[in-house]
T-cell receptor, first 114, second 116 residues
Framework: AQTVTQSQPEMSVQEAETVTLSCTYD???????LFWYKQPPSRQMILVIR??????QNATENRFSVNFQKAAKSFSLKISDSQLGDTAMYFC???????????FGTGTSLTVIP | EAGVAQSPRYKIIEKRQSVAFWCNPI?????LYWYQQILGQGPKLLIQ????????DSQLPKDRFSAERLKGVDSTLKIQPAKLEDSAVYLC??????????????FGPGTRLTVL
């Protein structure tokens, strides 16, 4: 079975600063995908960034980047130049290449402080 | 492209009453998911459909929860009778191509259920 762990229930960051959210996972699979989703207060969940396990290069999307360490089964999200709109719950998720079920972590609540 | 639609957005009922939620996925998305999200927690999968067939309902409390996806498009999730612990946000999500893991799930806005 796959498990996803987010060990930081809450975090805060000053506006314009950088913050890193942690995610670890456990799987015996070699090929899979990892996702970070953002859920703003009272709004729907949206995709932030995704990473393919067979790619060594870390994914980046504007101010968002990941640090993917396959051997350590770690998938952290770095948010640069934090903005007030980044305040949200962030969920890490895993899915097997051959699968269709997503495994979510328990989330990290991020607050950007003006 | 229209997103995943859900209704109602909010529902307040008393325990032992029944409630139904509706989801309309993105057009052409074969896979549909229903999740339960309790405040402060991650989404918990209740049931997963591929077209109109059930792929996984292992975590669905079948004594009180039921779901269907007629014609492989819209879906309804029903709770009968509701318990206090069913208070949560019920999320519907859809995904375009089964087995193509690169595709993400698209989520609806959710239905917030409060059971009194």
């Amino acid at each position: 079975a796959q498990t996803v762990t987010q060990s930081q229930p809450e975090m805060s960051v000053q506006e314009a600063e950088t913050v890193t959210l942690s995610c670890t996972y456990d799987t015996s699979e070699n090929n899979y995908y990892l996702f970070w989703y953002k859920q703003p207060p009272s709004r729907q969940m949206i995709l932030v960034i995704r990473q393919e396990a067979y790619k060594q290069q870390n994914a980046t999307e504007n101010r968002f980047s990941v640090n993917f360490q396959k051997a350590a089964k770690s998938f952290s999200l770095k948010i640069s130049d934090s903005q007030l709109g980044d305040t949200a719950m962030y969920f890490c998720a895993f899915v097997k290449v051959t699968g269709n079920q997503f495994y979510f972590g328990t989330g990290t609540s991020l607050t950007v402080i003006p | 492209e229209a997103g995943v639609a859900q209704s109602p957005r909010y529902k307040i009922i008393e325990k032992r009453q029944s409630v139904a939620f509706w989801c309309n996925p993105i057009s052409g998305h074969a896979t549909l998911y229903w999740y339960q999200q309790i405040l402060g927690q991650g989404p918990k999968l209740l049931i997963q459909f591929q077209n109109n067939g059930v792929v996984d309902d292992s975590q669905l409390p079948k004594d009180r929860f039921s779901a269907e996806r007629l014609k492989g498009v819209d879906s309804t999730l029903k709770i009968q009778p509701a318990k206090l612990e069913d208070s949560a946000v019920y999320l519907c999500a859809s995904r375009e191509v089964p087995g193509v893991a690169y595709n993400e799930q698209f989520f609806g806005p959710g239905t917030r259920l409060t059971v009194l």
